[in-house]
């Protein structure tokens, strides 16, 4: 069965405080994998899409990798605004569930909270 | 451009009532999926329709439905509400050729069954 962990649950830092979030992944074949930020209130927010193990994206203070069993989204030198919770997500390419569509397994999510 | 519209933005039902949650796609997105999210099961998929055909279903009961029209507007409905259905119910619109991952999400609609 197709599975999503993000770790950890939730994580407090510091301005400046530079941390890593975890998502782990099983899929019978990885179509892509996904970031999303969501703040309170509101839909996600697409952020990266990574294909291939070693592939990395990099946004802002974000960068994303990926490995064969795990993706991690690296926060350098966090702001306030990066505060909200992160999700990981990914798209199975052999279930018959995402056959060329846009069906996405998602994780719960990693809530960041970062202090001035 | 304008995003995806969800109406209505907060509901109260009571059990065994249904309900029927709308969404506008942004323009030109033929493709239009539903999720439901809640605390405990973080989002959980539960269907896609594209060009007014249910492409895929998630493992909901058959008390979910949904049906997207000719102008790729799409709404959702639950019949027989349950306590376990409160849940926020997001929708997102996308490109489907070329699809790479990014979901257009509207605010979601928050559903509450007492």
């Known amino acids: 069965e197709d599975q999503v962990t993000q770790s950890p649950e939730a994580l407090r830092l510091q301005e400046g405080e530079s941390s890593s979030l975890n998502c782990s992944y099983t899929?019978?074949?990885?179509?892509?994998l996904f970031w999303y930020r969501q703040d309170p209130g509101k839909g996600p927010e697409f952020l990266f899409t990574?294909?291939?193990a070693g592939e990395e994206k990099e946004k802002e203070r974000l960068k994303a990798t990926l490995t064969k069993k795990e993706s991690f989204l690296h926060i350098t030198a966090p702001k306030p605004e990066d505060s909200a919770t992160y999700l990981c997500?990914?798209?199975?390419?052999?279930?018959?569930?995402?056959?060329?569509?846009?069906?996405?397994?998602f994780g719960k999510g990693t809530t960041l909270s970062v202090s001035s | 451009k304008a995003g995806v519209t969800q109406t209505p933005r907060y509901l109260i039902k009571t059990r065994g009532q249904q309900v029927t949650l709308s969404c506008s796609p942004i323009?030109?997105?033929?493709?239009v999926s539903w999720y439901q999210q809640t605390p405990g099961q973080g989002l959980q998929f539960l269907f896609e329709?594209?060009?007014?055909?249910?492409?895929n279903k998630g493992n909901f009961p058959g008390r979910f439905s949904g049906r997207q029209f000719s102008n790729s507007r799409s709404e959702m409905n639950v019949s027989t509400l349950e306590l376990g259905d409160s849940a926020l119910y997001l929708c997102?619109?996308?490109?489907?050729?070329?699809?790479?991952?990014?979901?257009?999400f509207g605010e979601g609609s928050r559903l509450t069954v007492l």
């Open positions: 997102a619109s996308s490109f489907l050729q070329g699809f790479a991952g990014e979901l257009f």
């Open positions: 899929v019978s074949g990885l179509r892509g």
């Open positions: 990574l294909y291939s």
């Open positions: 997500a990914v798209q199975d390419g052999l279930s018959s569930l995402n056959q060329a569509g846009t069906a996405l397994i």
């Open positions: 323009s030109g997105h033929r493709s």
């Open positions: 329709y594209f060009s007014e055909t249910q492409r």
